[in-house]
């Protein structure tokens, strides 16, 4: 039997919380949410997630903070969700790491 993907999904609004975890479960993957920087990073060791989600605006690190420090020492893929738009704030994820915003 195969274990479920794991997805670590790091966002401090709730209700995206809300929506994405049971929508990431019901799909069959086991999610574990994480509401700040510093938990990510944290559960990021202690759980092993099979990729990221990651928003950039949260509220003790920023996103790009977060990245630098998953790729300091985790190539677990990581795809960026926020509703920062601008091209450079993309680059800037994409630069410091992301597979994909």
Known sequence: MSRQA???L???EVSLQRTMAPLLRSRGYDVTVAGTGREALLAI???C???VVLDLGLPDLDGIEVLHGIRGWNP???VVLSARATS???V???DAG???Y
Request: without cysteine.
């Open 6 to 8: 794991q997805v670590l």
């Open 10 to 12: 790091v966002d401090d």
């Open 45 to 47: 060791e202690r759980d």
């Open 49 to 51: 997630p099979d990729v």
């Open 76 to 78: 677990v893929p990581v």
């Open 88 to 90: 450079d704030e993309k």
């Open 92 to 94: 800037a994820a994409l």
């Open 98 to 100: 992301a597979d994909d």
